[in-house]
């Protein structure tokens, strides 16, 4: 990182005079050419997005009713289109094509807004990925066990509890992430990122699948809509629930903490923000359509009984293979999103590392390992021992907090107003100059006001859930 910045600052008459698309082999600032398209990012955008937010819709679904529950989710599409393309507006500074670019979400705050609202955004994005790969290791460990569960069941008979305990499956996965951490650079993660949606689209493909069949068997459509009836929860634990689904499905949209990240990764002409707004418009389209499948048919089969995820819960018992194949992917598709979601905040570590540390060889120095068939992998001491004590951190905070439902909620509120919503529209309003009181940013305001007190009530409704977990709790002990 030092090297490139250090020939970036000597070639800088150079770059100035090159024509704006740079020249054959590199960019207009001195980077080797991006190659991503309309299709890699919208790729990108899907493997963040539909992760494992979707199986918790029909429980959030379930707790809002028919009228609410779809509103509430086409109300996030919306709120994180639109501020998605805000945001894409600030990957430049100043003109749209030829602009100074952000290489990260951070840099788009610093160049826009500067100051301590540089260090708030660091710390909230940081912060949220990190709890991402908590939920990501949390959600990968209880598809595997439904596989195992669903096999039990299936040999044994469904009256045999079949317990089991989380913790060795979540080793194995944080053994699998080591290994893919290793990966140097976001733009070496594009197969990564096609195979994690394209699993994706396989488990909610199939949970939608067998949403419907339930529908189709019983015959009839349940769930009524306010959602949860009183007396099957009290009147507390209604609201509760009801704000802890809004901040599951404020989650299941949060992907705008990697949007410039994946920005800068696409070519241009055509400008990198008409692109992205393309990109997101795909994505979120595409996304909404699926949710609203997945969550209704979910609510739909099950009712007041929906499970708090869909295809561990066991609100399905059989086709135990076809259980299998989607939990499966499930994993497949987790192991790919936690390298996406984690990769910008291994890039940060590491970049604040080589600026402290300029001198030191255990940060900057590559060793060439040959690869047999390949070509050579750079190991860096510092990234291989910094990125394995980030994995091992996450999975035992893991398995000390096995709650899918309350912490996928929280992780939702914490993210969604500040990333999604509060600094893409300061940001723009800085970068247009938007006046003052004026009809726009009095309109962007309230925009930013409403989803603050969304997101207040989501995190209060998953603290609550959280607490409620906590009294029945044992340590390193969870077994389902």
């Not at 009801?242 to 990764?265: C, K, R």
């Not at 086709?319 to 497949?332: C, E, F, K, Q």
Request: hydrophobic share 45%; aromatic share 14%; proline share 4%.
């Amino acid at each position: 990182m030092a090297g490139v910045t250090a020939a970036k600052n000597q070639h800088q008459v150079f770059d100035v005079s090159l024509p704006q698309s740079g020249s054959k082999c590199f960019d207009d600032d001195g980077r080797l050419k991006r190659t991503g398209t309309l299709w890699t990012a919208s790729a990108h955008i899907i493997t963040a997005v539909i992760g494992s937010g979707v199986l918790s819709l029909a429980w959030a679904t379930a707790q809002l009713g028919w009228i609410a529950g779809p509103s509430v989710m086409f109300l996030f599409s919306f709120v994180t289109y639109y501020t998605s393309t805000l945001l894409a507006a600030c990957y430049r500074s100043g003109d749209p094509v030829t602009g100074k670019r952000n290489y990260t979400y951070v840099d788009a705050v610093r160049s826009n807004l500067g100051g301590f609202q540089v260090k708030l955004c660091g710390l909230v994005q940081y912060l949220n990925l990190f709890g991402v790969a908590i939920g990501y290791t949390i959600a990968s460990s209880i598809s595997m066990m439904a596989i195992e569960r669903s096999n039990c069941f299936h040999s044994k008979g469904d009256k045999n509890p079949c317990h089991m305990n989380s913790n060795p499956y979540m080793i194995a996965f944080g053994i699998v992430e080591i290994l893919l951490s290793q990966i140097p650079d976001f733009d070496q993660l594009w197969w990564l990122s096609i195979v994690a949606a394209v699993m994706s689209f396989t488990y909610s493909t199939i949970g939608l699948g067998l949403g419907i069949a339930k529908v189709a068997e019983t015959g009839k459509f349940r769930g009524s809509l306010t959602g949860i009836s009183i007396g099957t929860v009290t009147e507390t634990q209604k609201i509760w629930r009801s704000f802890q689904a809004l901040g599951d499905i404020a989650f299941a949209y949060s992907y705008s903490i990697i949007l410039i990240e994946i920005q800068d990764t696409v070519k241009s002409p055509p400008s990198e923000s008409k692109t992205m707004k393309k990109a997101s418009l795909i994505s979120v389209g595409v996304t909404t359509l699926f949710y609203m499948l997945c969550g209704c048919f979910g609510y739909a089969a099950f009712g007041d009984l929906s499970p708090g995820n869909l295809l561990t819960g066991f609100g399905f018992y059989n086709p135990y293979w076809l259980l299998d194949i989607a939990n499966a992917a499930i994993v497949i598709h987790l192991v790919g999103a936690y390298q996406v979601f984690c990769q910008p905040l291994f890039a940060f570590i590491e970049k604040q590392a080589h600026q402290r540390f300029p001198d030191s060889e255990f940060i900057t120095k590559d060793i060439k390992v040959p690869i047999p068939g390949f070509k050579c992998y750079n190991l860096n001491l510092f990234r291989l021992v910094w990125r394995t004590i980030f994995v091992i951190l996450t999975t035992v905070i893991s398995m000390l907090l096995p709650f899918f439902n309350d912490v996928v909620g929280l992780l939702g509120a914490l993210g969604f107003w500040p990333l999604t919503v509060y600094f893409p529209v300061e940001m723009y309003i800085a970068q247009k100059k938007i006046p003052k009181w004026s009809t726009k940013w009095l309109c962007l305001q309230i925009l930013s006001v409403a989803c603050l007190i969304i997101t207040i009530a989501a995190a209060a409704g998953s603290i609550a859930g959280v607490v409620t977990d906590l009294e029945s709790y044992k340590p390193f002990s969870t077994s389902y």
